[in-house]
Structures are given as C-alpha cells and as structure tokens.
C-alpha cells in the first residue's frame, strides 16, 4: 500500500525540539527527492526543507536555515526532520511530500504526500 506518514509532532515551548519522521512504503524511496512543507492557519503553504534522493543535496528555507536539519534513511524508509530552536511561528501541520525521479525544484508537485502532523510551539 503505497503511503506516506508523518509523526513526531507535538506541543513544544519555544528553544525546545522535536523530530518529525516521515515513513513511506509502496514507492521507491531510493528514488525520491523528499520535501517537508508546512501550512499555518490563515496562511499558504511553505516548502520547509527538501533533500534529494540520494541524500547529496538539502534545502532549507531562510527561517529554518541553522536550526532545521533533514535526513535520509532509505534503508528505513524514513525520512526525518530534526527542528531544534522551535520559534512560535513555527506553528503549522507539517506535511512530507514525494516527487519520483523528481528533484528539490520548490515546486509542489509531489507524486504522494501524507496527512501531517502538527507541531505546536508554545509558551
């Protein structure tokens, strides 16, 4: 069954961390550039971090740059985001997203993607 399922999020207070996974099965991971995006209530959806298939390249937007980190384990299937310094606005559910034979484009133009999972930085 081909899915995606992120877990890992929370409530957290601001400075504090959480890692988020992203667990896949049914498509070639091996094959797959990974990208966790976020949507915040009342605003557009974000690309977060995007890292290639074979794990070479990563991508981070701006406000995360320094204190988000993505990893691959294509053996596991699992694809992680690692957020420490969580800042308020970074409130959001996070979402991964999958583009075959794809590459970290920006675009969201995702062959799969999952449910989300919320991550909630609050005092």
């Known amino acids: 069954q081909l899915q995606l399922v992120e877990s890992g999020g929370g409530l957290v207070k601001p400075g504090g961390s959480l890692r988020l996974s992203c667990a896949t099965s049914g498509f070639s991971l091996v094959n797959s550039a990974i990208t966790w995006f976020r949507r915040a209530p009342g605003k557009e959806r974000e690309g977060v971090s995007c890292i290639t298939s074979g794990g070479r390249t990563t991508d981070y937007t701006d406000s995360v740059k320094g204190r988000f980190t993505i990893s691959r384990d294509n053996a596991e299937s699992t694809v992680y985001l690692q957020m420490n310094s969580l800042k308020p606005e970074d409130t959001a559910v996070y979402y991964c997203?999958?583009?075959?034979?794809?590459?970290?484009?920006?675009?969201?133009?995702?062959?799969?993607w999952g449910q989300g999972t919320q991550v909630t930085v609050s005092p």
């Open positions: 997203g999958a583009t075959v034979w794809g590459s970290c484009s920006g675009r969201f133009d995702f062959d799969y």
